[in-house]
């Protein structure tokens, strides 16, 4: 009888380690393959640990079950731990966001605990059967709440860390998965920095990368939100390089942009977008001025209502800042829109941009 091969969990881990790989140069750093941007870059690394975290609404929840959705439609399974909502809501954002529904029956594993792990000797086998499995994705859906079936306070730096290596990283180790945890941050902007609520320890168990989510646009039932989506650290440093500029005030650089469009009844149309450029990165108050006038200009100069497209070819810039320079000028109400033929959307100028002055004007001065 063949002796089987040892894998990396049945080592001791105080056994030294062969370093040949890193000494010959074979040995490979951890890449990024899960989250991809429309750019093609991506921001999850497997079978480490990251954090998805952002205030009340900043619809982290719904980034994870998009990149649910869209991973098991590729036919790769994925781990949702639900610590917060249940199977029905769930699975209905799953179907909204393009889910097949033979994707969800075969790929989709869901778990929604409700004590410790260790507490009866069902829920222990349960556990252990989980790390049997293999997963490209898994999510702990609620911090706050998985700390509470755990015992754990969150504002001990040291139960949070043994929670961290027990629990996430345990998963990501036997798994090989890319573990996300969607966690809140405190309400107040000052002094929030980089780290979710409570112990700052939740940023040293992460192996991966940890995001801060920030609200450009909300979104809703018939609406288009936009969610900028901040690195705030990178142990494998292979994420920043293709992140946005610097913020100072809390380390972190904007690495893309989650649009979810839900103007179509029924669906979420979802999108990961590259960084913006510029200042308009570095800030929910930033305004495309520039953008914002030319677009009025070219209403102005047209004289009749004009689709979103005809306005963007009279405008220079990316897409994106365009189409925030548009949406800003409807918000502040110098444009209003209205159905017009084959469905499309009309937009017509109610007052220029800057108020009572034209582009002309404003470049004389």
């Given at each position: ?294 677009a009025s200009q070219a209403l102005q100069d047209a004289g009749k209502p004009l689709t979103y497209r005809a306005i963007s070819a009279c405008v220079r810039g990316k897409q994106t800042t365009i189409r925030t ?41």
């Open positions: 009888m063949t002796q089987e091969a040892e894998t990396p969990q049945d080592l001791p881990s105080w056994a030294p380690i062969d370093l040949t790989s890193v000494l010959n140069g074979t040995h490979k750093a951890p890449q990024p393959t899960y989250m991809e941007r429309e750019d093609g870059v991506c921001l999850g690394y497997p079978a480490l640990v990251h954090a998805l975290n952002g205030e009340s609404e900043s619809m982290k929840s719904l980034v994870a079950q998009a990149e649910s959705a869209r991973s098991i439609n590729e036919g790769i399974d994925v781990l949702y731990i639900d610590c917060e909502s249940d199977q029905g809501a769930v699975v209905d954002r799953l179907l909204m966001l393009g889910a097949k529904p033979e994707r969800i029956r075969d790929n989709f594993h869901y778990v929604r605990p409700q004590m410790h792990p260790g507490g009866t000797t069902q829920e222990r086998l349960a556990f252990r059967g989980l790390l049997q499995g293999t997963y490209g994705l898994a999510v702990i859906d609620g911090v706050t709440e998985a700390f509470a079936i755990f015992g754990v306070k969150s504002t001990d730096n040291d139960e949070v860390t043994a929670w961290g290596r027990q629990v996430p990283r345990t998963i990501a180790d036997h798994i090989g998965a890319a573990v996300f945890l969607i966690d809140h941050v405190t309400k107040s902007e000052e002094g929030r920095g980089r780290f979710a609520i409570g112990a700052q320890a939740k940023l040293s168990y992460l192996t991966g990368a940890a995001y801060g989510l920030e609200v450009i646009e909300p979104g809703g039932v018939g609406m288009v939100g936009r969610i900028a989506i901040r690195v705030g650290k990178d142990r494998p440093g292979q994420v920043r390089p293709n992140a946005g500029a610097w913020r100072k005030s809390d380390r972190t650089q904007e690495v893309a942009v989650a649009v979810f469009d839900s103007t179509e009844p029924g669906r979420i149309h979802y999108r990961l977008e590259a960084p913006r450029t510029g200042t308009e990165s570095n800030g929910p108050d930033w305004q495309p001025t520039e953008l914002m006038e030319q320079a548009v949406d800003e000028l409807i918000r502040l109400g110098h444009i209003t829109t209205s159905p017009g033929p084959r469905n499309a959307t009309m937009h017509t100028l109610i007052k220029p941009y800057p108020a009572g002055e034209t582009l002309t004007e404003l470049k004389a001065v």
